[in-house]
């Protein structure tokens, strides 16, 4: 079956990076997108960009452009997202999900709290 | 980036209808039939109930159905059960610089 598994909550200070994975499995990794998703406590789903394992190629939403990195390892079926320059309002659960061509994202991983707290 | 327009709160009795809407514009729910729906309880991760406006995913119980009129997309939820109470996220694919975007997100509340 399809899966998706991320990595564990992390606490960082302000300004440092962290790096969200996600391991897949029970499809052909190449075959689809992933795209990130975060959640702000309390607050609803903000997109913030996909990637084509395929190509690599990737697209943000303007708001992350310049400060997210995502990329792929497709050795291992494993996306990543990096996230710079943290502060403390992007503490929030990252979510991966897999998606469609057509946007639909129809598998989502458990989400990875990230605390950006001094 | 200008998340769609959902009604914050929404309820009804077990064995009522309910109706979530979407509210965007012609660049993105009027303009593409890009538009999701999730399901998400406290905790979880976002659950796909419908996709590409009016489908429904293998699994997703037929009491879910969707549709969209001009910039307006719709969740109707029929015959409520109380596993239903969550919070729904509508989504659209966006001609804007931001390629996509989730609404407001609505709490359903069962009576």
């Known amino acids: 079956q399809v899966q998706l598994v991320q990595s564990g909550a992390e606490v960082k200070k302000p300004g440092a990076s962290v790096t969200v994975s996600c391991k897949t499995s029970?499809?052909?990794?190449?075959?689809?997108?992933i795209h990130w998703v975060r959640q702000a406590p309390g607050k609803g789903l903000e997109w913030m960009g996909r990637?084509?394992?395929?190509?690599?190629?990737?697209k943000y939403a303007q708001k992350f452009q310049g400060w997210v990195t995502m990329t792929t390892d497709t050795s291992i079926s494993t996306a990543y997202m990096e996230v710079s320059n943290l502060r403390s309002d992007d503490t929030a659960v990252y979510y991966c999900a897999r998606a469609l061509a057509t946007w639909t994202q129809d598998y989502w991983g458990q989400g990875t709290l990230v605390t950006v707290s001094s | 980036q200008s998340a769609l327009t959902q009604p914050a709160s929404v309820s009804g009795s077990p064995g009522q209808s309910i109706t979530i809407s979407c509210t965007g514009t012609?660049?993105?729910?009027?303009?593409?039939?890009?538009v999701s729906w999730h399901q998400q309880y406290p905790g979880k991760a976002p659950k796909l109930m419908i996709y590409?406006?009016?489908n429904r995913p293998s699994g997703v119980s037929n009491r879910f159905s969707g549709s969209k009129s001009g910039n307006t997309a719709s969740l109707n939820i029929s015959g409520l059960q109380a596993e239903d109470e969550a919070e729904y996220y509508c989504s659209s694919y966006t001609s804007s610089s931001n390629f996509y975007v989730f609404g407001t997100g609505t709490k359903v509340t069962v009576l």
């Open positions: 590409d406006v009016s």
């Open positions: 012609s660049g993105d729910v009027g303009g593409y039939n890009y």
């Open positions: 990637i084509n394992p395929n190509s690599g190629g990737t």
């Open positions: 029970g499809y052909t990794f190449t075959g689809y997108f």
